[in-house]
């Protein structure tokens, strides 16, 4: 993570963080600075708001799981008692959506996935702006250090005007699982660019012994962030400046046909259908020589009791596409709900849950990947810290070339949906231009009506 | 009973006695009023509206029901449900029906059989879809390996756009076909012994004690079992949803399925009403139909 202290554009996150947490007048220091300035007049206090109590809205998860089991703590640190409801994810984006619009949500504080629900939120201004409470030396806890969160992550808590929305928590880049016996025995590198990947699944494919040279999500809408990952690679994005779809240029097409080729030629039969756990399956029997998807399977794969290529996985950072090197990433945050009246409390949780502590103990159960880059250092010197290095190290390097795998939407279901269709076609033989050229003139409409709205 | 000639002598207190007993009545309209009318005359008055939850409505008129008759998701959706409904209740009954000919006959260890063939109706819907996901994984699934070892070619089952429907009706098949099963055994078990036995002094072979006798004896039982398995087979969404979620692509894509989509993952509720609108328009059509078959095909009255 040490690069990442000298990338210019953390530095700028930082100090529009610090704008947000000192005011004008500190600009340019560290927030660390201002909070450890505030420590010293012993302001802050987490008891201070002693015998309250909040509500908390989870989304069933090992990360919830984890939250829930450790709420204790918070009580006992703060004196605040805590009633968290944990339901499953897309029952906790619908009770979402219509508590939030009913103007007076059961919930103070809420966890929720950025690639989903940011928009929505942002655009019905549903979050509270958590500037004032980061500047309030009284309020921020000494440990709260924002140079220690990832970059990826901040991107997404933030508003393009500065406002910090949440909290980030989990993070999720993608990345490629390899197979290092398959790729050995054919004297196969691991791919530097995206026309190696292609190259290397060609020459790992070997239908006749059951192996694919690749494998990934083929099923609709689950399929779509595969693509995405190739189209940033080759400089591609989703929306330009006037709201337009740029999901058509010849950086969409030419990185579809990426998706087309690595999926119909080199992938197992019935790819179409595959979700990450179809997936995940055939690559954990040793039947695929790479699988793209998202960082969150280290511990299946390690475990013996359900892989048969424990010790033999690569994990490796998403290759440089012909113009960028990208990780397409997913990630969760916490927010507080502008319609509290406990915001006071609901601060104080937010900090706690997103504590060096609880982000090591995340690591630690396997539930996900920190945010924060001090959770990795702390959960490396545990004993039963199982996840290998090589693991730990993927996840540093892809969350600093981390970027938004899906675009920032609020009808982000529906994009899914409409492009994920026009993938699957692909691998069953359709044109790559003509369904992008479809998929596109068919979302834009949407895409306006959501944004007008 | 005539109210009339009773009420002759004292009409006052009957009829207000009537007016009590229509009285009784209240609280089941209040209920039929409140779970059946008004959901529906609120989908009818949402469909007139562009809304999604979160944004404003708009007033419409029917401009959902004309973006439906041109949205080509929709018209296949349609035709999805069509066909996995055709499929889903023709072949449990054929399957039913023989098997329940094969149960109604005397056998050691009837009774034991019969119980486990009921089995697959006991369990639930979502487990069974995913067990059978796991079944059809074109790789490391056990349907491929019971085909190659016997020298065919391995299927895509759900993963091919050509044959995700027909696999669905296999599993609402092996889940559904124990459900005719019961109603026919019902059926045959009721049947006067008479018309069989006299067919057979005729000099009636097997065959055509069956085409005869037996079938036209309990088509009514087929119908009342077709009538079910069509509610069961049009409204079907945990199978399809859990196994496929309507792909790939749109291939298993239903009305159900389509609907949902539209409700509760895009939020659009005008469109999704103007949907069950149709919807239900169809059902009903269906209604009448099979209504109309039964009519024809009664053989008491």
Redesign the interface.
Known sequence: MTDRKRDPSLDKTRRRLVQAGAGAAALGALPGTAIVAAHAQGAFDWKRFKGQKLEVLLTKSPRGDLLTKYQKEFEELTGIEVGSEMIPEQQQRQKAVIEFNSGNPSFDVINFSYHVQKRQFAKNNWLNDLRTYIKDPSLAAPDLHFDDFAKGGLNYAMEPDGRVMSLPFNLDPWIIYWNKEIFAAKGVAYPTSFAEIVNAAAKLNDPGKGISGFVGRGLKNANVPVWTSFLLGYGGGFIDANGKLITDTPEAIESAKMYQTLMSKYAPSGVAGFNWNESQTLFLQGKAAMWLDGIGFAQPLEDPTKSRIVGKVGYGVMPPGPKAQVSALFADGIGMSSFSKRKGPAWLYLQWACNTTNQARMLQAAAGAPVRSSAYALAQKSADFKSPKEWVDCMLKSAAIAQPGLPVIAPVTEFRDVFGIALTNMINGADAATELKKATVEFQPVLDKSEKA | MSAATLAAPGAGFLRRRRRGYRLLTLPALVVVAAVIVFPWLFTLYMSAFDW?????AHFVGLANFANLAVDRRFLEAIVHTFYFTLLAVVIPLVAGTLAALVFHRQFRGRGVLRAVFTMPMMATPVAVALVWTMMF????GVLNYLLTSVGLP?S??????TW?IPSLVMVEAWHWTPLVMLIVLGGLASLPTEPFESARIDGAGEWQLFTYVTLPLIAPFLMMAAVIRTIDAVKAFDTIFVI???????ASETINIYLY?QA????NMGKASAMVVVFFAIIVALALLLLHVRQRLKWTG
């Open positions: 999604k939850i979160g944004e404003a994984h074109p790789q490391q391995p895509q089952w759900v993963y091919s756009p995700v496929s979620q309507g792909g790939p692509g749109t989509l509760f993952a895009f939020y």
